[in-house]
């Protein structure tokens, strides 16, 4: 049987992978994997286009600033890796709106697109408050066996796992 066209993978292979790019990119770049890092470098980088207000302001951006490297390759690979599964995939396509959020929440596409990316909004937000994403924190912190990181790690699962039950719970 084809590998790609699984249902589903064994969550013990995928986690080994997983730690193997991240040991190679520690080995090789010399960075760990994230993957909100690119986006905060391409807004400094926007925002360097827009003329300063002091000549202060301009001074303070002289210091090598960001730059487009392999980080943004990762952010395209977890996009186009994505699709890819999901197109080669046994697994039948799943409906725009899937049925539990149909019944539970609205049947509008709008208000379920519009829900989605308010909420990859807010994660985007509250991984730079955390200085570092899920990745950045629940893969390449834990391995490092960062406090921050483990913390981090179970907030995440916790605040998902109430915010699901509170928006999808069975009403009697």
């Not at 002289?62 to 890819?84: F, Q, R, T």
């Not at 049925?99 to 994660?123: E, F, K, N």
């Not at 483990?150 to 915010?163: D, Q, R």
């Amino acid at each position: 049987m084809n590998i790609f066209r699984r249902k589903k993978w064994s969550p013990y292979a995928v986690g080994a992978a997983i730690g193997g790019l991240e040991t190679l990119a520690m080995l090789t770049a010399k960075r760990p994997l994230g993957i909100t890092t690119p986006f905060e470098e391409a807004a400094v980088m926007i925002s360097e286009k827009i003329p300063p207000e002091s000549p202060e302001a301009e001074e303070s951006g002289k210091n090598g600033g960001p730059e487009i490297d392999w980080e943004w390759a990762l952010v395209v690979g977890v996009v186009l890796g994505s699709l890819l599964s999901s197109r080669m995939s046994s697994e039948p396509q799943p409906p725009t709106i899937p049925r539990l959020w149909r019944q539970q929440v609205s049947p509008s596409p709008v208000v379920r697109y519009g829900a989605a990316v308010t909420g990859g909004a807010l994660m985007m937000f509250g991984a730079r408050m955390a200085k570092g994403c899920t990745s950045g924190h629940g893969i390449s912190g834990t391995m490092q066996f960062a406090a921050s990181s483990w913390l981090f790690s179970s907030i995440i699962f916790g605040a998902g796992a109430m915010v699901a039950n509170t928006l999808l719970r069975r009403r009697k």
